[in-house]
């Protein structure tokens, strides 16, 4: 069990701001935490592995990590951290980066095989791809055997396709070594793929903390489904008029009415939602938006 209560005063998207979190997370969950920029996602992992101080308590499995007397240095705390920029060492080889860490060779070739990584142990960090090297990146990040894995959006520069291949992996290491995992994502498909349990923070509080199906679906009434997206531009064709919005990485259209078009301004974020087979397109958010 993960017991955290902590405080801390930060500078958000919007100027100053405080961190107030409260939460206690089970051994072995998956834990995605989402949100916009600047709403204290990244600060909390960092204050859980001790990177950047803070007032509170932090408890792990009984043992107390922070509080006012005691703070754990970070190569004390059974932490692993995978980065977004890798942060490999880039004069060892694969397997090296692996036993700089820890020198359990029959551990570094475990996780190589898992990740298919085994045939570029040899290899040097410079000479791979960016899947390649989150890959190293996540087995670094194991061979401590952590308690808890942080990984703070380790897999946004890399391309759907890979992402996906690389999410399966995440999901089968963090089964096969049973570590709790905390996440920073704000791709809605990855964590729901990924994650027990979502967090939704804005403004330094969690403001949302439920399953992936509570937390991600938003619909309302007899919607039968609804996205939030970008209004890129309004069109008029012929009689009709075009409505493009941007959702997620991908655009669509809508065909709207001429009333809606006067209405909607272009930049503005709008939901897409359709009731049976009529698309309907507003600009009045269905909840507050917390994510970016």
């Known amino acids: 069990m ?35 920029s600047g709403s204290g996602k990244t600060t909390l992992l960092r204050i859980l592995a001790g990177l950047e101080k803070a007032k509170g308590v932090i408890e792990v499995d009984g043992t ?46 475990k996780l190589l095989a898992l990740t298919s990584l085994r045939d ?15 890959r190293v990146a996540l087995c670094r990040a194991l061979m401590r055997r952590p308690a808890i894995l942080l990984m703070d959006e380790p897999l946004s520069a890399l391309d759907p396709e890979m992402r996906r291949h690389l999410q399966q992996e995440i999901l089968q290491l963090h089964r096969e070594f049973g570590t709790t995992t905390l996440m920073v994502s704000h791709d809605p498909s990855e964590i729901y793929r990924l ?15 439920g399953t992936p199906v509570e937390t991600l679906l938003q619909t309302a009434g007899s919607q039968k489904f609804s996205f939030r997206g970008e209004l890129l531009d309004l069109v008029r064709r012929d009689v009709i008029h075009v409505a493009i919005v941007a959702i997620g990485q991908q655009i669509v259209e809508v065909v709207i009415d001429r009333a809606e078009a006067r209405r909607l301004k272009i930049g503005e974020r709008v939901t897409v939602s359709a009731k049976a087979f009529a698309p309907a397109l507003d600009s009045t958010p269905i909840r ?3 994510s970016g």
């Open 195 to 209: 994650a027990d349990r979502v967090l939704r923070m804005h403004q330094g509080r969690i403001v949302d903390d």
């Open 64 to 109: 107390r990590w922070m509080d006012e007397s005691t703070f754990l240095p970070p190569q004390k705390r059974k932490i692993g951290f995978v980065f977004q920029d890798y942060a490999l060492f880039e004069n060892m080889s694969v397997l090296e980066n692996l036993l700089f860490v820890a020198k359990d060779r029959p551990l570094a070739e």
């Open 2 to 36: 993960i017991r955290i209560q902590v405080e801390k005063e930060l500078w958000g998207a919007t100027g100053k701001l405080k961190l107030r979190s409260e939460l206690e997370i089970e051994s072995g969950t998956f834990v995605a935490i989402s949100g916009e």
């Open 120 to 134: 570029l142990a040899d290899r040097m960090p410079g000479t791979l791809s960016g899947g390649q090297k989150q």
């Open 288 to 290: 507050e938006e917390i």
